[in-house]
């Protein structure tokens, strides 16, 4: 199949661009959760205790992961087809016969890669302060592919519509860093008064954060299948949006 | 042959109103090395954008080898190289992998888009600059890497748009042998230029568009014909200070004792010789008028202007 070069190219490239800029891409989130560790975790966690049951150094490890998971997938590819587009190198993807759906899925590809590569990396850094043995393992693969690959479509999105530099960086700032900060990182929303822990169900961001931490602890401040049936669903109502846009060339031609 | 192109009433309008082509039709022969000639802003790299997938069209038909755009778009862009007006390869990337990665885009396995970089880059003498960033590249050497990576997946026609501006006239003509050669080999060649001479040295046939309009479709040569019995200009032995009108031909006083004449082939010149002396002004000596292909230009652009 001639579209498997295609695709192969565009995420060789996507790979190589942020392994080659590691630095930037790979080290800031190893040091950031290395620092939320060892804080959140050792210093203050000693005077927490427990929470949900585990120590609380054992129950921020997943939510840190899967935080790290989401910016940096969402970051890779915004910041990725911006610049193609910035540059006007989509062009060269533009004129070859690269079907709009493979342009997405490499692009995408890519962006889960950084976000596994980055997850790994804080996972095993994560090692050195906390004591874990996922109980579901297969609920942690699969909630951190499907994460990421959410993020990484919603980042392309988010390229399509941007005209600036500026644009690529509110919605990570404004938007997605406050979902996940109140998604539940740190804390139970069981410990939220109620209004507060009613209004954090509206937040998607908890429901993969809580998954995520189901597959490691067990245990899980929402319905685990729910979580799992929303992430499939606005994975699948952004591919369709973002393969509408691509169609249209909104963004992306005159 | 099928045609290597063929345009039918394309149109387009930009989102901010502005009517960029107003119904364009255009044919260009298989092989053929072809001048889409026209101003700054005639509409010359809107139509480029279009066939090339870049911009979308507003109305009409465009078929590459017979592939129609709308149906066959897969098709249509495996027949088609292009080298824009402006840089657009990642300037972070090296050489070689600007070449290499469009050969993927195209489907060309690793191992071969390899030989064909060597292959292409080696061409356009850029092979010892692979492992440069492309960033560094001098301006000529930009031009030449986006020729190469247009002639990666050897496609059967290429269009350049201006791809001469603003280099000097030793690479200019470098890249003119060069577009002989590949046109010589088979490829159909597209130029577009605001330099009349480009497309008077190299290019068989001719469009002029101004304005989002074809306002001349022909071979260069009876072009050429045309316009060498036209336009002469005429030194006159005594200066004069006003012209006579002489019917069928026109006249334009340039100083006071040269003329330039515009003849139309069926009247000739003894006609207007004859009108001259019972005015009495003697001509001197006659000779062509020096820029025969700029006059042309500037008349058809002129006369343009009128319709609109
Ligand atoms: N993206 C755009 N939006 C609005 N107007 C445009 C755009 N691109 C080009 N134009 C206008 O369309 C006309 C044709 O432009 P263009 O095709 O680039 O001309 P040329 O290549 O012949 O110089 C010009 O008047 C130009 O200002
Ligand atoms: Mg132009």
Redesign the pocket.
Known sequence: MTYRVALQTILFKEIYRFLRIWPQTVLPPAVTTGLYFLIFGTVVGARIGEMGGFSYIDYIVPGVVLMSVITNSYMNVVSSFYSTKFQHNIEELLVAPVPDGVILAGYVGGGVMRGLVVGGVVLAISALFADFHPVHPWAVAAMLVLTATLFSLAGFLNAIFANSFDDISIVPNFVLTPLVYLGGVFYSIELLPDFWREASRFNPILYMINAFRYGFLGISDVPVELAFAMVGILILVLTLAALILLRRGTGLK? | MTPALSIRDLR?T???G????KGIDLDVAAGDFFALL????????????ILSSL?TKGSGTVRIFGHDLDREREAAKRCLGLVP?EVNFNQFEKVIDVVINQAGYYGIPRREARRRAEECLTQLGLWDKRNTVSRQLSGGMKRRLMIARALVHRPRLLIL??PTAGVDIEIRRSMWALLRRINREGTTIIL?T?YLEEAENLCRHIAI?NH?RIVEHSDMASLLAKLEANAFILELRRPVSALPEVPGYRLELRGDRSVLATVPTELGVHGLFDALGQAGIEVASLRNAANRLEQLFVDMLESSEDDI
């Open positions: 005159t | 387009k930009y989102r901010n502005h009517e960029a082509l026209g101003p700054n802003g005639a509409g010359k790299s809107t139509t480029i954008g911009v007006q748009d201006e577009t605001h568009i989002g």
